[in-house]
């Protein structure tokens, strides 16, 4: 159990020294086919980091939670097998359960409506009406 809780923050401190790479502003040297050439692409790619940051960070959180409950809840020979302690109505809990990922929803919606919202959707000058007829 001890080696595997070493690959496990091995692969953490591999991670934490990649984000930088992975999540750089500018592009390396090489141009993708993804690079953002017009306004709505670019909110794209500046909203991309910060939702992959958010979702890191619950990935995270969840993780930390399964890799921390089987080092705490374990059966321990001075304690009597009565089985875990059982939980009704914990209202408290129920609403953490509810309320966190509904706020991350709306802080998800959110960034999606500014971004949306201040792009600049007006017609240039210079653009041509073209009618397209099918036959």
């Known amino acids: ?22 999540f750089a502003r500018e ?7 993804l ?8 909110y794209i790619a500046n909203l991309s980091p910060f939702l992959i940051w958010i979702t890191g960070g619950i990935f995270l959180a969840v993780w930390g939670v399964v890799a921390f409950a089987p080092f705490r809840f374990c059966a321990r020979k ?18 953490a359960w509810t309320a966190i990922p509904v706020l991350v929803l ?4 959110a960034t999606a409506y500014i ?7 007006s017609k240039p000058g210079a653009a041509v009406n073209v009618t397209a007829i099918g036959r």
Do not use: E, K
């Open 1 to 22: 159990m001890r080696h595997g809780l070493s690959n496990f923050l091995g692969a953490i401190a591999a991670w934490l020294c990649l984000a930088p790479v992975a």
């Open 27 to 33: 592009p390396l040297s090489m141009p993708g086919t």
């Open 35 to 42: 690079a953002p050439a017009s306004t709505p692409t670019h």
């Open 78 to 95: 001075s304690y009597p097998l009565s089985g875990p302690a059982q939980f009704y109505a914990s209202s408290n809990i129920d609403l």
């Open 106 to 109: 709306v802080l998800f919606l």
């Open 115 to 121: 971004n949306s919202a201040t792009r600049d959707v």
